[in-house]
Structures are given as structure tokens and as C-alpha cells.
């Protein structure tokens, strides 16, 4: 076999392959997003809540 037939046998190969199991790239960055929202929130939920309750505060009303 040359190495043309090879070259040609393996593209074909390649364009047959079925990718149907992989997870796409966004369901992967969803789930890796939500991971770390649900880490820094654990860590830090005091401290965030008391930024925001310092932050509406400092807004004056009308």
C-alpha cells in the first residue's frame, strides 16, 4: 500500500468517526461554572452578603 492509499484511507477513517458520545464543550463549561459558583458561594457567603447589605445601604433614595 502507498502512502497515498494510506493517507486517503485514514481521512476517510476520520470523516466516518461518530462523535455523538462526546459531551459538548458548553455543557462542560455550564457545569464547571456552576461548581465554582457553588464553591466560592459556600467559602464565602457571609462576606458576600455583607457586601451587598453595605452596597444597598450606601444607595441614598430620592
Given at each position: ?17 461518530d462523535?455523538?458520545?462526546d ?12 461548581g ?24 441614598k433614595?430620592?
Amino acid at each position: 500500500m502507498t502512502l497515498i492509499k494510506l493517507a486517503v484511507r485514514l481521512h476517510a477513517g476520520a470523516l466516518e468517526r461518530d462523535d455523538r458520545g462526546d459531551i459538548p464543550g458548553w455543557v462542560l463549561i455550564t457545569i464547571m461554572t456552576a461548581g465554582l459558583v457553588t464553591l466560592v458561594w459556600g467559602v464565602a457567603s457571609d462576606q458576600l452578603q455583607s457586601i451587598l447589605t453595605s452596597a444597598l445601604n450606601s444607595v441614598k433614595s430620592p
